[in-house]
């Protein structure tokens, strides 16, 4: 259980500070737009980059740093949804009314949830080598991984489901104006991380 215990803590540590993956699935459910399509895809996806990493597929990526070098397509992705989360900021005007809000395809929501996770590298380091390699001073490894992946699924269902709590703050249209800006914000800083090879 003490294994289980630590990979909850670590997988937890990473998981929280807010990212452009986060930011999607709060928004997701702050709209209630596919969230149990989408916290399940993101939770999921963690589940097999955890045990990737702690299969030891870590070491061998840590060992091929060109794997984690800046790649163009997720920085090209990251920017374009950047740009259009700043004009809706500087457009406004949105309150939010689930029954006015024409709603995305699931597919679309997907298409978009798949690249904000497989495009980004800081993903493959954080998910991949840095619990690949927290796990390597565990005794079961096999209850590192579990505790890890427990943490993503409770940390997205949370995410997604708690922004409901959220939803008389974005009520206003300036509310969402704000949560577009800081989004565009962090999507470009994320891309430009990736450009500098950061």
């Known amino acids: 259980m003490h294994d289980y215990w630590a990979g909850l803590g670590a997988a937890l540590s990473l998981i929280v500070a807010i990212g452009a993956q986060n930011a999607f699935v709060l928004r997701q459910g702050l709209l209630r737009q596919h969230v149990w399509a989408v916290c399940l895809f993101c939770a999921g996806s963690d589940a097999i980059l955890i045990s990737a990493g702690v299969a030891g597929a870590g070491a061998i990526v840590g060992a091929h740093p060109g794997f984690c070098s800046p790649c163009v397509g997720g920085a090209a992705f990251l920017l374009l949804y950047g740009l259009r989360a700043f004009r809706s900021a500087r457009e406004g005007g949105h309150a939010l009314r689930a029954a006015e809000t024409g709603a995305a395809t699931l597919a679309s929501v997907l298409a978009t949830a798949a690249a904000l996770t497989w495009l980004n590298p800081h993903v493959y380091l954080d998910t991949v080598i840095l619990l690949g390699a927290i ?64």
């Open 135 to 198: 796990s390597a001073k565990a005794e079961s490894r096999a209850g590192f991984a579990l505790g890890a992946i427990t943490a993503s699924f409770s940390f997205f269902f949370a995410l997604g489901y708690g922004a409901r709590l959220l939803q008389p703050v974005f009520a206003k249209p300036l509310s969402w104006r704000i949560l577009d800006a800081l989004v565009g914000a962090m999507m470009w800083t994320i891309a430009f991380s990736l450009i500098r090879g950061g």
